[in-house]
Every structure is written in structure tokens, then in C-alpha cells.
């Protein structure tokens, strides 16, 4: 079975899916498959973006490349033409080699990923509560945040939510993405 959990950034993803692995699952954290995208495809980086992108060690400054593409639109949609085919073929190539897997990515639907996935569950929370976990989880200012939060405006929770197959409400913590609950969700699947 191949789940998808997608969701804004901090929504609290990853409390519905520490559950899920603990039952066995996979998972693919399209995220960190983006971290490899973009060694992968750091020459094209490099030329798209400057040199300002590459540390001294000759690999790509995560931090660096935000900065640049979350403060302009334009550049966000550079970057993703640059890796997300990259990360959508490692993503494949993990479904293939596993048997239950979870595909964790905030854009899910917007890489298309949603039409590998058996069941889709869609995690939001309020942009107030995704702020203080951002600054607490990433240990950033809360003008990073700010704009990470402010990048992905345009994801309507109504529309992704209905393209769902469960939504999961997640403001107050770990409480409503139980162990038994996940159970319970699975086995009324089946």
C-alpha cells in the first residue's frame, strides 16, 4: 500500500507518521529526496542561481538557495523545474523496491505524486501554529518562517483537502494522529 501524507509546511506531517512507521511503512521523505535533487543537479543549479548557492566544500547551500527562492516567486518555480523531476524519479524507484511505503510531501498533488498513492491523507493546521513549530523545529527567525508560510499561500487547504482522501486537523499535538486512530483509519480501508 502506498500512502500519501501532504500537507502545508508544519502542518504536523510527521505526527501522523511516526504511527505509520511503527506499523511497518517506508517512508519516503520527498524533502530529504530533495536534498540529494539538489546534489544531483548542482551544475544546473549553479548556473541558474550563482555561485552564492555553493559552499566552500563544494555542496549546495540549502539556506543560501531558500533565501533566494522564497522570497520571489519567479525563482521558486526555476528550482522546482531544476529538481522535482529528479525527485519524482527517486521517488518511483523507492515505490518499486518497497512494499507498504509512505510519500511524505507538503506538494503531493502539485508533483503529481497524489496518482501513485493508494490513500491520501491531508494534515492542516493554522499558519499561527505552523509559525511557532516552525521556529521550534528549525530553529529560524521568525521572518523565515514568515516567508516559508507566505510561499505556499496559493495551496488552498478546500481544494487539496477535498483531493484527499482523509483530513487530518492537527493544532493541538499528537492527539489526533494516534497509533490507534491510524489503525482504525487503515483497517476501515481495507
Known amino acids: 500500500m502506498v500512502i500519501g501524507v501532504a500537507g502545508k509546511y508544519c502542518a504536523g506531517k510527521n505526527t501522523l507518521i511516526k504511527p505509520l512507521e511503527d506499523m511497518g511503512y517506508y517512508h519516503i521523505d520527498v524533502d530529504k529526496l530533495g536534498h540529494a535533487a539538489l546534489e544531483n543537479r548542482k551544475k544546473e543549479l549553479e548556473d541558474t542561481f550563482g555561485n552564492s548557492i555553493i559552499r566552500e566544500n563544494g555542496t549546495v547551500d540549502r539556506r543560501a538557495l531558500g533565501a533566494i527562492v522564497f522570497s520571489d516567486p519567479e525563482k521558486k518555480i526555476m528550482l522546482e523545474k531544476i529538481v522535482h523531476p529528479e525527485m519524482i524519479r527517486m521517488t518511483h524507484q523507492l515505490i518499486d523496491e518497497k512494499k507498504n511505503v509512505i ?36 530553529n529560524m527567525p521568525a521572518k523565515s518562517v514568515l516567508k516559508r508560510i507566505w510561499a505556499q499561500r496559493k495551496m488552498d487547504p478546500n481544494k487539496f483537502s477535498s483531493k484527499a482522501d482523509i483530513v487530518i486537523i492537527n493544532n493541538v499535538g499528537k492527539q489526533q494522529t494516534s497509533a490507534e486512530k491510524i489503525k482504525e483509519i487503515l483497517k476501515s480501508r481495507e
Open 103 to 138: 510519500v511524505n510531501a507538503a506538494i503531493l498533488f502539485e508533483m503529481g505524486l497524489d496518482k501513485l498513492c493508494d490513500l491520501i491523507f491531508w494534515v492542516q493546521a493554522p499558519a499561527v501554529v505552523r509559525l511557532f513549530r516552525g521556529i521550534r523545529r528549525d
